[in-house]
């Protein structure tokens, strides 16, 4: 298509002219942050060509759901959610569906939809967004379906963005995977690793902070490979120190960070920093050398340690956090309690867990389970019961100190504030309104599995 972009914003807003009412969108996220993020930038493009965003599917001339393919569950939402939309679509003839992000790309959805969802009519890749304006063009001037898929470069930098948060802001400074774990389809629906350039990423983030944004979230499949291919290569801890340079009363958190690239330097990095969290989230995912290398993760228990040892070496209270899978095909009972040693060990702040499910087309996919579904689930369960001990006990690392939090909301009921100290802690203490969205000193008072109960202390704080 060769028409320019405001051709194509002035035509389609030629079209929304022609309604009788004013035209609205709907946009819905499902999966990671990073999906999350692609979302802002579809509701930024869609206000952009005259819609009015809204979060009631019912009044909307536009429905975009937003997919994540890493896991089946989010995908059966996705179709669920398409299935009932029914009698919305009686009610509003104009109503154009789409379905984007990664699990767009995925060819068993996108034949799904031909045959039992003929009404999605605009399927984009991850990747592709900027390509929406130009693919409901096409469906306005009459195409039965528009398809792109694109994930090979990187989305434009001008493209507009509606944050969801005024005072945290998820900023991805990657795209793609190279590592082919062989239980994720990341890689086949994302594509390879490409970084936007560091000065971008820096005007993005400066622009942030002057806004008053508390918190940036660095974002990429494996941010520790940041820079690789980029015409001045740059490595991730680089990166992070020209933006800890930036100015400002604010908190830098990333993820997901893979093990076999965190080096001293990025631990060294953090802990020197004015800004970066002081937590680092490195999933291990199975505490067995030999599942490790079924998984294809390139790296031993003996090296993750080795990062875990330097980090407390140099600050005792570092947290971790991590993602770990339960029942992987080839786990065994053996293989499962070498997890157990190794949450025994790192002792975790917090962990992310998940019952392995494969997905078509990966390598995982084609092997035979050892174990039952309920040697699996009773796996689980023991993994959650030792997590939440350990969380509680090693929390209280932290009882009697001062530490600071960002307060993001407030339970009305009960009057507490819930954010995250800059050691990554989930923390609750009693607060007001005008506390949310602020960085606020607080003494800890109190340990849960869960959280860290505390106190704001009053008169030591910003704007008091
Ligand atoms: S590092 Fe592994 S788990 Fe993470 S996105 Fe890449 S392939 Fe998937």
């Known amino acids: 298509m060769s028409d320019s972009r405001a051709q194509i914003r002035e035509e389609i807003r030629a079209v929304l002219e022609t309604f009788p009412h004013s035209p609205k969108a709907h946009v819905q996220s499902f999966g990671c942050q990073l999906n999350f993020c692609d979302g802002e930038k579809y509701k930024g493009i869609l206000q952009d060509l005259g819609y009015e965003l809204t979060d009631t599917p019912e009044e909307a001339d536009v429905i975009l759901y937003n997919a994540c393919a890493v896991r089946a569950h989010a995908e059966s939402r996705v179709i669920g959610r398409l299935g009932a939309l029914k009698s919305i679509r009686e009610k509003n003839p104009r109503l154009i569906v789409g ?54 470069g990187l989305p434009d930098e001008t493209l507009p963005t509606v944050r969801e948060s005024t005072f945290q802001a998820s900023v991805p400074v990657m795209y793609g995977c190279n590592n082919f774990c062989t239980y994720c389809i990341v890689p086949y629906v994302r594509g390879r690793e490409r970084s936007r350039t560091p000065e971008a990423i820096e005007q993005e983030v400066r622009g942030l902070i002057a806004q008053g944004c508390r918190e940036i979230l660095l974002l990429g499949q494996n941010v520790n490979s940041y820079g690789r291919g980029l015409e001045t290569e740059i490595s991730f801890p680089a990166l992070l120190r020209r933006l ?14 893979h093990p076999k690239d965190a080096t001293p330097e990025l631990i060294d990095t953090m802990l020197s920093s004015q800004h970066i969290e002081h937590h680092l989230h490195l999933p291990v995912q199975c505490g067995s050398d030999r599942v490790l290398k079924e998984m294809n993760r390139h790296y031993t228990l003996e090296t993750y340690l080795k990062t875990v040892d330097y980090a407390r070496s140099k600050s005792p209270d570092f947290g971790f956090s991590s993602d770990l899978i339960v029942g992987f095909p080839t786990e065994t009972d053996e293989d499962f309690e070498g997890t157990m040693r190794i949450i025994e060990y790192v002792k975790y702040d917090n962990l992310y867990t998940f019952i392995y499910s494969p997905r078509t087309g990966t390598k995982a996919a084609q092997m035979e389970f050892v174990s039952t579904q309920e040697q699996i689930a009773a796996r689980m369960s023991r993994l959650l019961a030792r997590q939440r001990e350990i969380s509680e006990e090693f929390n209280k690392r932290f009882l009697g100190k001062q530490v600071r939090f960002l307060a993001e909301k407030r339970d009305p009921e009960t009057g507490l504030l819930l954010g995250k100290t800059r050691e990554g802690l989930v923390l609750e203490a009693p607060g007001t309104e005008s506390d949310i969205g602020r960085l606020l000193d607080v003494k800890v008072t109190g340990v849960k599995n869960w959280a860290l109960g505390g106190e704001i202390l009053r008169g030591t704080n910003d704007a008091e």
């Not at 800890?244 to 960070?257: H, K, L, T, V």
């Open 99 to 152: 379905l984007c992000g990664c699990m767009a790309e995925e060819e068993e959805v996108r034949a799904l939809l031909r045959k039992s969802y003929p009404f999605v009519r605009l399927v984009l890749g991850a990747g592709a967004m900027e390509r929406l304006p130009e693919a409901l063009l096409s469906v306005y001037r009459g195409e039965k379906r528009h398809e792109t898929l694109q994930f090979a």
């Open 244 to 257: 800890d340079a930036i100015e400002g009363d604010y908190f830098i958190r990333f993820m997901s960070s």
